[in-house]
C-alpha cells in the first residue's frame, strides 16, 4: 500500500519538545498560510492552547485575496485570538512586537514559541521577529533543552519543525500538496494536481489560470483532460507529441503553491474544502 502521510520522525520529537515547554512560555504564535487558513492550522494547537496562549500570523498575506485575509481577521478576533497577517517577503511587525509586550512580566523580554506545519513561513517570520542576524542562544534555566533558542529586539523566540497530523484523513495531506505543505510525490503528483484542478473549476476559481496561461476548461472536458491540455500550454511533451503529465503536474502544483497564477483564498471562515 502507498504511503498517504508525510510524518518524519523529527516532526514527533518537536512535538514532545513542544509540549514540554508550553507551560513556560508567555505565548505561542500558530502561523497559517492565509490562503487556507483552516486547512493549515496546527495539529497541536487543541492541546497546547489549553496551557498557553495562542495568537495567529496569517503568512504570505501577498498570496491571498485581501478581502478574505481581513474575514480571517476579523473571524479570529471576535473569537477572542489575537490575529495578524503578514507579506512575509516585506515583513512589517513592529505593531505586532508592540502587542506581545503584555502578555510577558516587566522584568523580562517576551519568551514565545513559533509553530505551524511544514512551509507556512514560521522561520522567515522568526527571522522578521527577532532579527535575521539575532544570535542563537543556549539553554534557558528551568527551560527543556534540544530546542533552538533566538534572541532579539526583546524576545526569546524557540524555532520548530513544521508538524503535520499523522492521523489527519488523506485528503487533508492531498489538499496541503496543493500548498506545498506536504509532500506531493508521497500522495501522487497526478493525483495531487487533478485534485487541485478539480476544486478550482468547481469553485469558479478556474478564470486565474485561464486569464495567466489561457488554458480554457470547458465542462465537457475531464479534470485529466485539462491537466493535458495545461501540459501542452507549459510544452511538457514527450517523444511523439504526447503530453508528460507527471512534468505538467509538478509545474502546475509549483506555479499555484507559489502564487504564480495570482492571488487567491480556498477557504472563509467555517467553510469546509
Known amino acids: 500500500m502507498s504511503r498517504t502521510v508525510w ?52 503568512s504570505k498575506q501577498d498570496l491571498a485575496d485581501e478581502r478574505a485575509t481581513a474575514r480571517w481577521l476579523s473571524y479570529f478576533t471576535e473569537s477572542g485570538v489575537s490575529a495578524w497577517a503578514q507579506n512575509l517577503l516585506k515583513p512589517k511587525v513592529e505593531r505586532l512586537r508592540k502587542d506581545l509586550i503584555p502578555f510577558a512580566p516587566s522584568y523580562r523580554e517576551v519568551r514565545l514559541a513559533v509553530v505551524g506545519i511544514p512551509n507556512v513561513g514560521k522561520s522567515m517570520f522568526l527571522n522578521a521577529l527577532v532579527g535575521k542576524s539575532s544570535a542563537k542562544v543556549g539553554g534557558i534555566p528551568g527551560i527543556t533543552r534540544g530546542v533552538s533558542w533566538y534572541k532579539g529586539r526583546g524576545i526569546l523566540a524557540v524555532d520548530s519543525p513544521g ?99 495570482g492571488r487567491v483564498t480556498l477557504e472563509t471562515p467555517r467553510d469546509n474544502l
Open 7 to 58: 510524518y518524519p520522525g523529527h516532526m514527533a520529537k518537536g512535538k514532545r519538545l513542544l509540549a514540554e515547554l508550553a507551560g513556560k512560555l508567555d505565548i505561542i504564535i500558530e502561523v497559517r498560510d492565509a490562503r487556507a487558513p483552516e486547512l493549515t492550522s496546527s495539529p497541536l494547537i487543541e492541546d497546547l492552547s489549553g496551557v498557553c496562549p495562542v495568537a495567529v500570523v496569517l
Open 163 to 261: 508538524i503535520l497530523d499523522p492521523k489527519a484523513d488523506a485528503s487533508v495531506h492531498l489538499r496541503l500538496a496543493w500548498l506545498g505543505c506536504s509532500k506531493a510525490e508521497v500522495i501522487g503528483i497526478e493525483k495531487a494536481a487533478i485534485d487541485l484542478i478539480s476544486f478550482l473549476r468547481r469553485k469558479g476559481l478556474w478564470a486565474m489560470v485561464e486569464q495567466k496561461w489561457n488554458t480554457p476548461a470547458p465542462e465537457e472536458l475531464a479534470d485529466q483532460e485539462v491537466l493535458e491540455a495545461v501540459g501542452r500550454r507549459l510544452g511538457c511533451l514527450v517523444s511523439g507529441g504526447g503530453v508528460d503529465a507527471s512534468a505538467a503536474a509538478k509545474r502546475f502544483l509549483d506555479a499555484f503553491s507559489t502564487g504564480r497564477l
